[in-house]
């Protein structure tokens, strides 16, 4: 007897079984790791050959022989899908030593007994029980098993932050149209009443976008704060009761939150100041060089090239920049020829009209502002070697030698990968904040800098110094470990990454 399927439903349609694809125990490979992974990869569940307490993915089915002589055997086979499926003793699985090998046989007395079913492909598999008693026919019973998965997509894309206002597929992954779909597209435990809910329950594939309006093909999705980080746990019922879940984000089209109010290059001076002492930020900056608009980093340099209004050694270390055309930047001459040691320093961060000019929020500036703050804090960690030998400074250190005529380009894509994961773990703000570009993008801009840093590390010709080398490999380590979306780490979604090798 399947647990997601009556005994008329045995063979036809059959029992449903979940891939066991998800990471129940949230266990990684180790350092090193057995090939082709790499350290700090989640093991998906169906890689596990281990007690697995947390492990809940499983179909039991219970071994029963009514009326038969205790002294028989009932031999349990697999008659087709060997691989689709593997077999337990227990829910929680346990060693390799415990999968169950077939054919194998159960004394009558033992019964009844259990046995757990794992989706190991996507596909079908036959579970096939016999039992042939002293002097009688031979007589068999059979569980036709097929291994789902619930697949979404929008385009050809399986997306970690989906558009707004855009059709998302939804697809049962090896059902068959033999089986019945209760469909939940909006997770609020209704299946039957809600518009685009109605006559889909004969549907394997069904699609819907999440939108300004209710229909038969959309989902409302209001556009205002409240929901401008909506996640939909869609789910799906089979026949037998088997239950998929799916969490899916839509970003909304615009960005949501408390409006900028600043006007006049004033007033916008007046609120970045005000949200940037709202983060508290306490740090060690550096007084502005003297000299006219030629001296480089002066106070009329900062004022002529990038519209700084206010004297930055009164403390003004967080301002408006009317001529700065992207969201911020932070200026510092760490990048500098002959910029080592006492010589290396940091002096103000600068937001520039983009959020104004984009309809961004104070959240939004908040987090661009949390985004240089990271900037800050890299380069303190260079100028002051503190903590000592930290990845900043070696880098910094390993470049100027490396790379002497702009040594910080070697790693700007070190610094840039965890300025946009500062975003991407910012709950304040929207999806729209990180997807889809062009305004911010950070989706799109972590995975490009991560990447390229990636490709740094994984390649001993590029930084040819062990230690080093060793010492960026562990930054990449803690940045993929910090990732707040596990489809990233998933192969097959639009922003997947890898962890170095």
């Keep these: 007897m399947a647990a997601s399927a009556t005994d008329a439903q045995e063979e036809t349609p059959g029992a449903a079984v979940m891939l066991n694809d ?65 077999l337990w003793p227990r829910a929680s699985k346990g060693p390799r030593s415990d999968i169950i090998s077939v054919p194998k046989d159960f004394p009558i007395n033992s019964l009844p007994q259990s046995v757990f079913v794992e989706g190991m492909k996507i596909g079908a598999a036959g579970l096939k029980l016999t039992y042939k008693p002293a002097g009688g026919s031979m007589v068999s019973d059979k569980v036709n098993i097929h291994v789902v998965s619930l697949i979404e997509r929008q385009g050809s894309a399986r997306r970690v932050i989906n558009v707004y206002n855009s059709a998302i597929r939804y697809e049962v992954d090896g059902g068959t149209n033999q089986f019945r779909y209760s469909w939940d597209l909006n997770g609020d435990g209704d299946r039957t009443t809600d518009p685009f809910e109605i006559n889909t329950d004969t549907k394997r594939t069904v699609q819907v976008s999440y939108g300004p309006a209710e229909s038969a093909s959309s989902v409302l999705l209001p556009r205002d704060h409240a929901h401008h980080r909506q996640t ?7 026949t037998g009761g088997l239950i998929l879940y799916r969490p899916v984000r839509v970003a909304l ?7 900028l109010m ?7 001076q007046t609120e970045v100041a005000a949200i940037a002492a709202s983060l508290n930020p306490s740090f060690s900056f550096d007084n502005t060089p003297p000299g006219n608009a030629s001296v480089l980093f002066s106070q009329a340099n900062h004022e002529a090239t990038d519209g700084i209004t206010l004297v930055i050694n009164a403390g003004n270390r967080y301002q408006y920049a009317q001529l700065v055309t992207q969201n911020a930047l932070t200026t ?17 961060v600068e937001v520039g009209k983009l959020p104004y000019s984009t309809n961004q929020t104070r959240e939004d500036v908040a987090s661009t502002i949390r985004h240089e703050n990271r900037h800050v804090v890299q380069q303190i960690a260079v100028r002051d070697n503190s903590p000592a030998n930290n990845v900043w400074r070696q880098l910094d250190d390993f470049y100027a030698v490396a790379n002497p005529a702009q040594p910080g380009a070697g790693y ?6 965890e300025g946009h994961l500062t975003e991407l773990n910012d709950t304040a703000i929207g999806w729209y904040h990180l997807y889809p570009s062009p305004v911010q993008g950070d989706l799109e801009q972590f995975r490009r800098f991560y990447t390229d840093a990636l490709g740094t590390v994984d390649d001993p010709r590029r930084i040819n110094v062990a230690t080093v080398r060793q010492a960026a490999r562990q930054l990449l380590q803690s940045f993929y470990s910090s990732l707040p979306f596990l489809e990233m780490k998933r192969e097959g979604y639009d922003f997947y990454v890898r962890p170095p090798q």
């Design 253 to 259: 089209d615009n960005f949501y939150g408390t409006p």
């Design 332 to 348: 510092h001459n760490a990048f500098q020829p002959g910029g080592a040691g006492d010589n290396r320093r940091v002096y103000v």
């Design 232 to 238: 939909y746990n869609v789910s799906v019922q089979l």
């Design 412 to 417: 700007r894509n070190f610094m840039e990968a």
């Design 22 to 86: 998800d990471n129940d125990n949230n266990n990684v490979y180790p350092d090193p790791a057995p090939a082709p992974h790499r350290p700090l990869e989640p093991v998906w569940d169906l890689e596990e050959t281990e007690l697995s307490p947390e492990e809940d993915d499983l179909m039991g089915i219970t071994i029963v022989c009514q009326q038969c002589d205790p002294n028989g055997t009932v031999r349990l086979e697999v008659t087709g899908g060997s691989t689709t499926i593997r």
């Design 262 to 268: 600043g006007v006049t290059v004033a007033q916008r």
